[in-house]
């Protein structure tokens, strides 16, 4: 089935600027936070692989890669994988399954009924991705693997179906279905080579033309055509895929040289820029974790200072050319918010709150602006307001109830840390020091 996810311009803008701002909070090590908006990523739009491997790949930066064993791990028992239609919707399963994998991202289970609702929408890329992460999880269990194979091989991938299988045997030498499955699908994929293979001379060259690269593919035409706008957007496209940001910058470079004024290479450009001084800083925090001197303390300082300037830059030139975008007045309002400052910042996300899809993020900021400016009448008001706007489960609502409570104590509205503190423990006791905030409100409400 082919692969459709009607999403609005409006929405799909949204959610990579929740991307964005998630890579951004990774790469400084706020995992929390990174999670939460790689989390709406991936609920809103649950086809998106980048979105997906994103959100699992900071949370097990955040678990150092390392999953947690319950204190009765060595009698856990791997559960039946149900083949069956999914009783719950897409939207359902994925939510429910971003937050199971927030607290064990190794959750194979969680990949597999995941795996499940995709495929059955016809998201068969995402559906595969979810499995291949089931297996990476569970390399030995049966059923997974016999699931994933069945799979692949319905979508004729047979080098990883036969791969699939080959797990099912070592576990299980005598199982008769894996062994003629191996052979069916080898003698499949063999007559489906020979029916494709090429004929003629006319076809002979359409092969040698499909093993050049798509780098040397560009090339080629651009030598043919050196305005051939449509080879640099492949090959801007091509080495930004691949990760290769030297080179994905010198291509916006070449290619501005012939469109000076072509917006997707100058925003591509920035866009690419800041991600370099993005690496860049994190090898010299890395750098200086090891080393701890001076000299590195100092070009940490220069490159943070290169990094900022890069980021506004990325920022404000989007916003020049979208200055409605609601996602893109928080961003500009979180980097105030980073650097301290908070009044430019309100101004950015007063604009934001608007978009209903941020409102509860942009609510918490506010709030903690204002706390920071020392206008406490304002922070509270703002906690609140965050509060009936966020996920309760989340990491954000958790912050806003624990940072409104003490304010609120501060502030002496005992009944409204009473509550905050309150909602917060039934949530998640062991935040912080909730306990000890609770003892202080009671001690405060007894008159002590």
């Known amino acids: 089935m082919a692969e459709t996810n009607e999403i609005s311009p409006a929405k799909r803008a949204r959610l990579q600027q929740c991307f964005e701002y998630g890579n951004q909070k990774m790469q400084i090590g706020d995992h929390d936070y990174a999670t939460e908006m790689f ?11 980048i979105y997906m491997q994103s959100f699992v790949a900071n949370l097990r930066v955040k678990f150092k890669n390392k999953r947690k064993k319950s204190s009765f791990g060595f009698m856990k028992k791997a559960t039946k994988v149900s083949t069956g239609k999914n009783t719950k919707d897409l939207d359902t399963t994925i939510r429910e399954g971003v937050e199971k994998l927030k607290k064990d991202p190794w959750d194979e289970q969680t990949f597999v009924s995941m795996a499940t609702a995709c495929l059955e929408e016809g998201f068969d890329d995402a559906g595969l991705a979810y499995l291949k992460l089931a297996i990476d999880s569970a390399p030995d269990d049966p059923d997974i693997n016999r699931y994933a194979a069945i799979e692949l091989g319905a979508r004729e991938q047979y080098e990883n179906a036969i791969a ?25 994929r063999t007559i489906n080579r020979v029916k494709s293979a090429p004929h003629g001379a006319k076809e002979d060259e ?10 040397d593919q560009c090339e080629k035409r651009l030598r043919k055509n050196p305005n051939d706008r449509d080879a640099f957007v492949e090959l801007v496209d091509y080495f930004f895929q691949k990760g290769n940001l030297r080179k994905t910058e010198d291509s916006c470079k070449r290619a501005l040289k012939v469109f000076p004024e072509d917006d997707l290479f100058k925003q591509k450009l920035l866009e690419v820029q800041r991600s370099r001084a993005s690496e860049e800083l994190k090898r010299l925090r890395d750098a200086y974790q090891k080393d701890p001197s001076d000299a590195i303390k100092e070009k940490f300082a220069a490159q943070k200072k290169i990094y ?10 989007r916003l020049k050319k979208s200055p409605n975008e609601s996602g893109l007045h928080m961003e ?46 304002l922070a509270a008001m703002h906690y609140d307001q965050a509060v009936a706007k966020l996920d ?7 912050r806003a109830l624990y940072n409104g409570a003490r304010l609120a104590l501060g502030l002496n509205n005992l009944e409204k840390a009473n509550e905050f503190a309150n909602r917060l423990a039934a949530i998640d006791f062991s935040y912080k020091d909730v306990g000890g905030l609770l003892d202080k409100i009671a001690s405060k409400l007894r008159g002590g």
């Not at 900022?308 to 030139?317: M, N």
């Not at 430019?344 to 506010?366: N, T």
């Open 206 to 215: 359409e092969e040698e033309e499909e093993k050049l690269s798509v780098e």
């Open 332 to 377: 500009l309002g979180m980097f105030y918010m980073e650097r301290h400052e908070f009044k430019e910042a309100i101004g950015e996300l007063q604009k934001a709150k608007v978009d209903e899809g941020i409102a509860g993020q942009c609510l918490l900021a506010l709030a903690e602006c204002f706390q920071h400016i020392k206008q406490y009448a």
């Open 39 to 49: 989390a709406q990523c991936v609920c809103g739009d649950p086809s998106n692989l």
């Open 164 to 188: 699939c299988w080959e797990r099912v045997l070592r576990v299980n030498p005598a199982d008769v279905e894996a062994g003629k499955m191996i052979s069916d699908l080898m003698l499949e």
């Open 308 to 317: 900022d300037e890069k980021r506004l830059e990325y920022i404000q030139y």
């Open 392 to 398: 309760q489960q989340s990491e954000m609502m958790k």
